[in-house]
């Protein structure tokens, strides 16, 4: 079973940077063939998905977070980061790392970001 253990989150001053990891147990194998991905939830919304990487590289982000934040994978780590740069008070949500591949759809247990001054 794979698990996912995101961390970085904290409060953090508009205009700030927050670097969120996410660590993933398992076969490296597998994850080398996985695409990952960073979503957010805030209370009464759908999450959303943020950034994603494949396991080629190509990177897909959200409109409203391009320029912004940076996804990014180390196979050898087994671990997908998100730097989010120039935040703004529209950012803070729980943050959700995610696994997938054919078969497998895996979640982290979140973590929050709060962009607040």
């Known amino acids: 079973q794979v698990q996912l253990v995101e961390s970085g989150g904290g409060l953090v001053q508009p205009g700030g940077s927050l670097r969120l990891s996410c660590a993933v147990s398992?076969?490296?194998?597998?994850?080398?063939?996985?695409?990952l991905g960073w979503y957010r939830q805030t209370p009464g919304k759908q999450r959303e998905s943020v950034a994603t990487i494949t396991s080629a590289e190509n990177t897909n982000y959200a409109d409203s977070v391009k320029g912004r934040f940076t996804i990014s994978r180390d196979n050898a780590k087994k671990t997908v980061s998100l730097q989010m740069d120039s935040l703004k008070p529209e950012d803070t949500a729980v943050y959700y790392c995610?696994?997938?591949?054919?078969?497998?759809?895996?979640w982290g247990q979140g973590t929050q970001v709060t962009v607040s001054a």
């Open positions: 398992g076969n490296i194998f597998f994850f080398r063939i996985s695409s």
């Open positions: 995610n696994l997938n591949r054919p078969g497998i759809d895996s």
